[in-house]
């Protein structure tokens, strides 16, 4: 197993339009910029939260080069390059690497169903020969609950053993603790990212390597000083306190209320832009939430929960 | 409503791969052909059976250009335009558009669930108003079986109602008759494509407009016959010899087994590639489904079946 470049807080950055549609690569930057000075392990930018199938691969490709001009470190970027087609997720990858990025985050091909691990199997391995690249780091991004299709433990074994070099991760967004635990114990080493802050603790005492989590977008301070104390006497109010966040929000469309919350903490309206077929909160749903957050305390960049648990 | 440009057997044309995994346009015009002389109403390309979310929208586009320099004409083509990014959905559509394609074939953004009516409706409105053209005749593509995100019923309504010029089909491979029942008795002069000929004679007798289906690839004759012939006396025995046709492929993994097939009768083995997700069938499965079809003597382009109903 090679050296892990990723650990920690790694978040799914949400990725803001502007009023006409297009991605807004200004916004974008100084959003990651941010993440990073709150502490983020890492931006893995282009995931579920990121809307990035909502986007054509050139877009994508436009997006990270903006990035990168911008001067987000790639080391700290792991892109989503999944896709239905293996020549563009090959594509993504290849763009990816050229700029050094410090991994990846792999979608299986998502449209059909059932499809078998042989194919899963075969697609990636397309991907990985095709990149032809020492550097490639995959972190295979397993979410059922979405994607539909997924790694299968058996599967995830085959690729590890296959690619060790490559294939050195994987986010588990299936939310079943017992697929994460079973990924755990089996594959000491590979590094493991739940897709929830809410498994982070449990991740943690059994070698996870961190999480990979939507509300990471709005709390990364909150889950960073989990991650740096859990180990402590503190560690299961730590807990405690992002797991209220996340149920919070969970209330709510995940997507379409992260950005309703950035908009209303950065006073930016345009943030809470979406595109279909995701819908934004509606006036109601927009006031109910601000005032489920203000009864938990929290703001944006300055979760005061954190002094409740300290 | 507007005149129907389709009717009849539609066939979603399998897409050949030459040995790099590249599309066989060469090939796939030659099969387009073959399709349109054996009495085919037009061609689906570009649907689940022709493995289009296995291709990038740029082979996509590509292939379509090929066809169209090849002489297939492009009023007989649906192409479909599904994507998950609206731009890349839009862009495909423009394409099609502009080479004057008799329609376009539309799944719904099958990457997030669930997703909301309302969503769908912003996403088809948006391709249908970036397309900006009076000569685009949409049809939408439900088939929750793979996609999992469909249209129901209601929005199939509201899609009539808001574009009455332009969403003027539908193919339905839900596989769920009473759907399809009700689409025919919601909406009459809405042309309503079953996506199995198992259903072609019921949906003939409410007024559907023919069907548009997989196995369209290997038996147009038999199923054009029951399409000319469905008032006629030999209706039932002509639906029953193109049932057994279905259901004897059924057995198998349907697009490769469509594709070994074509490689069989046409004895060209390079027919039998697909691209990962998707694995061919092997050595012990390709001798069973070309003893199965002896055994109910068919033989690609003279299905020998006909006979004995005839």
Redesign the interface.
Known sequence: MTAQPFHGVLVPVLTPFTAG?EPDAGRFAAYCRFLLNQGAGGLAIFG?TSEA?????G?RMVLLDRLVEAGIPAGKLMPGTG??????AA?LVRHAVEHGCGGVLML??????P??D???F??IS?VIDNAGSAALRIYLYHIP?????GYSLDLVGRLITAYPQTVVGLKDSSGDWSNTAALLERHPGFAVFPGSEVFLLEALRKGGAGCITATGNINVPGIAKLYQNWQGPQADALQEAVTTVRKTMQAYPMVPALKRVVAHFRDDPGWAAV?????PLDRAQSAALIADLGRIGFALGEPRQRAAAE
Chains 1, 2 share one sequence.
Do not use: H, Q
């Open positions: 549609g579920t199938n909502s986007m054509s691969p877009e896709a239905c087609a293996v020549t563009d594509m299986p091909p998502f449209y059909y169903k499809v078998s042989d194919g899963i075969a697609f397309n609950p979405v994607a539909v299709v595109r279909p077929p995701l819908v």
